[in-house]
Nanobody, 123 residues
Framework: QVQLVESGGGLVQAGGSLRLSCAAS????????MGWFRQTPGKEREFVAA????????YYADSVKGRFTISRDHAKNTVYLQMNSLNPEDTAVYYC????????????????WGQGTQVTVSS
């Protein structure tokens, strides 16, 4: 089991930026990949970005390509999501996840989840 704690969410104006952090502990050696998902009321959880622990290779949802950047710091067991050019459609609860696949993953590829952090983008 991997324990994940997200931080960095908050309220930001449209066009602004936020950086989310996800601190991992526990059996981190068992996870090949880390990912970010988001969810709004009435919608299914949506994939945002994923990264390979070993290579740093990344994969993004089309909706965030060119605006969001996922990265990792092995020494800190931490994954980041840098979000730029935010718009109100990015408003959601953002969840960090640890799992087995970084390339075109689904929620089923991730066995450990954080509690989520709220991101609200105002117009």
């Amino acid at each position: 089991q991997v324990q994940l704690v997200e931080s960095g969410g908050g309220l930001v104006q449209a066009g602004g930026s936020l950086r989310l952090s996800c601190a991992a502990s526990g059996r981190t050696f068992s996870s090949r990949a880390m990912g970010w998902f988001r969810q709004t009321p009435g919608k299914e959880r949506e994939f945002v970005a994923a990264i390979s622990w070993s290579s740093g290779s990344t994969y993004y949802a089309d909706s965030v390509k060119g605006r969001f950047t996922i990265s990792r710091d092995h020494a800190k067991n931490t994954v980041y999501l840098q979000m730029n050019s935010l718009n109100p459609e990015d408003t959601a609860v953002y969840y960090c996840a640890a799992g087995s696949s970084w390339f075109r993953p689904t929620s089923a590829d991730f066995g450990s989840w954080g509690q989520g952090t709220q991101v609200t983008v105002s117009s």
